[in-house]
């Protein structure tokens, strides 16, 4: 098996491993700070180099620089021998390596690790033999407690004089100098972890209950701390509201004492009668506090609100003027009706028109089209411009011999034809008796 495939199969082995390890603990709030590591492994040989791969030792310091970032000084060593003949080696080594910890996770974090460092082997009857080696590698830390973490990693080692490639599986503990965790953590200093602290600023040297809060006494033993009770000398066994002052017997706070009062739920704010019941002074079945129309008549029907009920009812008024042949022009006998027209819309302010031109068949349909709309005008501009009506509500359109009212084959029924034709509906109310 290759070197690097002895590598991927040991660090999916280091995940399976770290798995089944024992639930994990609350994570510290910080892992900055020194520590001591000791390691136990075991080391494979490129093939090509013919040593044995044998179990190797370490021991290291490092230091935490935050929760993500850590450089680790290492010495280590081992014994190994060559395959084809019967010869001991030691082989020491001293790197340094940098660890890059992932964050989001609790107490399992999965690491990066990268270094370089020298090596020497110490050969029996021969020459000792230096080497500069790197290597890389994965792992997965577990936080045992709050000073201790177990890692394990799978490494991949190069060496630069023989060129070759080596792999070791790595599992390490670690002691923390100054950890803490943040299950241990008490800020204020009132023996109450931050964690169960609910009044995490408390003075120093202040008397704490068991989630870490001010004990305040509660002079009148009404349940209600002295604090922020505002009634602080109740009688004892008094019923007390939530600022400690005595419930009336007043359950609906009317001014009306419950003994008396007919209408026992009224709601707040409402002014009453001298029978906890509330005001209707125009007598409509709506109490003054609700009557949006105070002043209404005596047996008037009545909404929610206390106002009048209306119903609408729709008017509406007529006007026709016709025309001669071939014009556009109104005559002095048309000016009464538009007239007529006018007071309607000023009388129903809600009132809209839309005023129809019309024409006979005599001529060109494109002309007669153009002759209509003319005739809807000129009744429209006369509404607008004589009698002050607001444009908006007053609409003109022409449908030309579109829209024949009488027969186009005698001349009584072209006259009737020439016509404009206005139909203005509006709208009044009327109170419900």
Not at 257 to 277: F, I, L, Q, R, S
Request: aromatic share 6%; proline share 3%; with cysteine.
């Amino acid at each position: 098996m290759s070197i690097r495939m002895k590598t991927a199969v040991t660090a999916v082995a280091l995940s399976t491993c770290m798995a089944s390890l024992a639930p994990a603990v609350q994570a510290r709030d910080s892992d900055v700070g020194a520590y001591l590591t000791g390691q136990v492994g075991y080391y494979w040989f490129d093939d090509e180099l013919n040593l044995e791969n044998r179990p190797e030792y370490g021991l290291g310091f490092g230091y935490n620089f935050s929760n993500t970032w850590a450089l680790e000084l290492v010495g280590s060593a081992m014994d190994t021998g060559r395959d084809d003949i019967n010869q001991d080696i030691d082989r020491n080594q001293l790197r340094l390596d940098a660890l890059y910890t992932f964050s989001g996770y609790d107490s399992m974090k999965p690491y990066l690790v990268l270094g370089a460092g020298h090596q020497a082997y110490q050969i029996k009857n021969a020459d000792n033999e230096h080497e500069t080696m790197y290597n890389a590698g994965v792992g997965v830390k577990h936080e045992i407690d709050d000073f201790t973490d177990l890692r394990m990693d799978a490494r991949t080692i190069y060496t630069e004089r023989t060129e070759s490639m080596n792999a070791a599986v790595t599992v390490s503990l670690n002691y923390l100098f100054g950890a803490k965790s943040r299950a241990m953590q008490d800020s204020d200093g009132d023996g109450v972890v931050d964690t169960e602290d609910e009044c995490a600023n408390t003075p120093y040297d202040t008397e704490v209950d068991e989630v870490g809060c001010e004990v305040i006494g509660d002079d009148d033993d009404d349940g209600v701390a002295n604090d922020v009770d505002e009634c602080p000398d109740t009688e004892a066994g008094a019923d007390v509201d939530e600022k400690g002052c005595a419930i009336p017997d007043d359950s609906d706070n009317d001014g009306v004492k419950d003994e008396d009062d007919e209408c026992p739920n009224t709601p707040e704010g409402v002014e009453v009668d001298n029978k906890g019941c509330p005001l209707d002074q125009d007598n409509d079945g709506v109490a003054d506090g609700k009557d949006e129309c105070p002043d209404t008549v005596e047996g008037s029907k009545v909404d929610e609100t206390g106002c009048r009920i209306f119903a609408v009812e729709g008017v509406e008024t007529q006007l026709r003027v016709t025309f001669p042949l071939n014009s556009a022009i109104l005559a002095d006998a048309d000016l009464p009706e538009i007239e007529a027209l006018a007071r309607f819309m000023k009388r129903y302010p809600d009132a809209k028109v839309t005023i129809e031109g019309h024409s006979d068949s005599t001529g060109e349909a494109d002309y007669n089209q153009q002759l209509s709309e003319r005739r809807a005008k000129a009744v429209r501009d006369r509404v607008v411009q004589d009698y002050g009506i607001e444009p908006s509500r007053v609409t003109s359109v022409g449908y030309g011999e579109a829209r024949p009212l009488a027969d186009n084959s005698t001349n009584a029924g072209r006259a009737a034809n020439r016509r404009v034709v206005v139909t203005a509906q509006g709208s009044i109310q009327k109170e419900v008796e």
